[in-house]
């Protein structure tokens, strides 16, 4: 077996420490990771089989569960339903997930550190600032919310039509 011992390379000596070895295949699902920043496992097959067609998708999701373990990933609930994954080796950060059209900013953690103490001072409870979601609006659709709407006292609500109900 080659012995690629190289220093400096983070993901490859965490990996020898833990006894595992980066298949190819982990690898190609690793830095598809990394280059498509928050990636859900459907997009992260899409990108691996444009290059190996051969990789099916069960395969992704064992190979993102053990990277995960192997604390090279991370999985992220931005939203209450589908799990995205991070590379670890970007800096930490805070996910602010929009609700209108589904980006995701990061914002510096360092930002939540008053908050952080405030919680801890408070509840004693110590969040993984690392780990928040946020969701909320982002600019570009608070300014097409704000477009649409002519104010907040404009809200016609659209009752629903009174209509028979037909069971069958
Ligand atoms: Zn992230
Ligand atoms: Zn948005």
């Not at 290059?51 to 053990?66: E, F, G, K």
């Not at 090279?72 to 602010?96: A, C, E, F, K």
């Amino acid at each position: 077996m080659a012995d690629t011992s190289g220093p400096g390379t983070g993901w490859q000596a965490v990996l020898r420490a833990e006894g595992y070895r980066l298949t190819p295949q982990r690898e190609l699902v690793l830095r598809a990771v990394e280059r498509l920043g928050h990636a859900t496992v459907e997009e992260v097959h899409q990108d691996v089989v444009r290059q190996h067609a051969s990789v099916n998708i069960s395969t992704v999701y064992r190979t993102l569960a053990l990277l995960d373990e192997f604390g090279l990933i991370r999985q992220v609930y931005l939203t209450d339903r589908t799990p995205v994954y991070h590379s670890t080796s970007v800096p930490s950060h805070v996910h602010l997930s929009c609700t209108g059209c589904g980006q995701v900013i990061d914002a510096d953690p360092d930002d939540f550190t008053p908050l952080a103490a405030t919680l801890v001072r408070k509840h004693g409870f110590a969040p993984h600032v690392d780990r928040l979601v946020l969701s909320g609006l982002c600019a570009d659709c608070r300014r097409r919310e704000s477009d649409a709407d002519p104010g907040p006292t404009g809200g016609q609500e659209r009752s629903a039509r009174p209509g028979p109900t037909v069971e069958g």
